[in-house]
């Protein structure tokens, strides 16, 4: 009744600010904020809408409404020998369900096991007028016209409010292993390349200051034939699980910023060259590169993502002013904006999270 009465309100919210037309600021248990251009609006708070709506362990998927803790979801699953392969960030424990959705933020397995959205079967959400409405279901196939569910993960917030969602969730792996290399970043990624055209259970990766981790999950004879063949320093599981762990939530060294620098999270191709931008941490087989630069090297950050055919994000230390994402092209900018009318008409829920003027 609890979460009941939370909505009800949350929609009575969003309702008088269409009205007043006034701006509304999307949080959870607010474990993302520094995530996004600005920050901007009356609080409309989700914490309220916590717990699990429904858990079918046979049919391998969970509803739980957006404010419930990734923590408690994972808790659970585990009871159950399952998980949520994409591994969502916690970030101090705090990290919910819709949030995770919300920024489509996925953790070190994501090369392996796949991102956000491929776990996305259906979702419930208040739009811009405080209408509720549902999207997809509990199954794959339950998709007609548009893939709302999906379009909502990534949006931040300023298509609609994420109420409740449902995810696919995978058993655990049988077995798992981290195996340790000493190589440089160039050797490191043309390893990681040619392994990923062996029949390898490879699931994460993460290369930094000369050493190269990489994590195996799958069937107990898969690692071991696996460990045969890739060789390399077997990590004491205990130490590689808080390691993987503090990866996901960004709790290593690297991640500490000293005043004066900003955190550039690059999206390349997996093949790309080393990007020649000074301290960097490597993930996801080579797809995504983690930098530290100054917020005046912006310019020199988008420009190298660009020439190596990806895009750059100021992740973390931006000023509101410096661009967090990378432009968008004509199309892509009439299409983002025509979909922000259909579900914010008035342009009140995130406004200028996404982009200055979205």
């Known amino acids: 009744m609890a979460a009941d009465t939370a909505l009800q309100d949350l929609a009575q919210q969003v309702q008088a600010a269409f009205e007043q037309r006034q701006a509304l600021r999307i949080r959870g248990s607010g474990s993302k904020d520094f995530y996004g251009q600005r920050l901007h609006g009356q609080v409309a708070e989700t914490s309220g809408l916590s717990g699990i709506v429904q858990y079918e362990p046979s049919e391998l998927v969970v509803t ?9 979801l994972d808790a659970l699953l585990a ?66 016209g548009y893939d709302v569910s999906r379009l909502m993960t990534g949006a931040l917030g300023t298509l609609g409010i994420i109420t409740q969602v449902s995810l696919k969730v995978m058993p655990l792996p049988p077995a798992e292993c981290t195996l340790m290399f000493e190589l440089s970043e ?36 898969a690692i071991a034939a696996a460990r045969r063949s890739m060789g390399g320093a077997e990590l004491d599981p205990e130490k590689a699980a808080r390691q993987w762990q503090a990866l996901r939530d960004q709790k290593l060294p690297f991640f500490r910023l000293d005043p004066g620098l900003a955190l550039w999270r690059i999206s390349v191709p997996d093949t790309a060259a080393p990007l020649s931008l000074g301290t960097t941490m490597v993930e996801w087989h080579g797809a995504l590169r983690w930098a530290r630069l100054p917020l005046a090297a912006a310019q020199r950050v988008c420009d190298a993502a ?13 000023d509101g002013h410096t661009p967090v994402f990378s432009a968008l092209t004509p199309p892509q900018k009439r299409v983002h904006h025509e979909l ?14 996404l982009m200055p003027d979205f």
């Open 64 to 72: 739980a409404r957006a404010g419930t803790p990734l923590a408690e």
């Open 79 to 144: 009871e159950h020998g399952q998980h949520l392969p994409f591994e969502p960030p916690h970030f101090n424990g705090q990290g919910t369900v819709g949030g995770a959705v919300a920024t489509g933020l996925a953790g070190p397995a994501r090369a392996g096991a796949g991102g956000v959205r491929d776990y996305v079967l259906g979702l419930q959400l208040l739009d811009g007028r405080g209408q509720l409405l549902n999207f997809g279901g509990q199954v794959m196939k339950n998709v007609a």
């Open 186 to 221: 160039t050797s490191a990624r043309q390893q990681l390349n040619r392994w990923g055209g062996q029949p390898l259970p490879l699931n994460a990766s993460c290369w930094a200051d000369g050493h190269l981790a990489v994590r195996l999950r799958g069937a107990r004879a």
């Open 306 to 318: 660009r020439r190596a055919g990806g895009h750059a994000t100021l992740f973390r230390g931006g």
């Open 340 to 353: 922000k009318r259909a579900f914010d008409p008035a342009g009140i829920l995130n406004a200028g999270r």
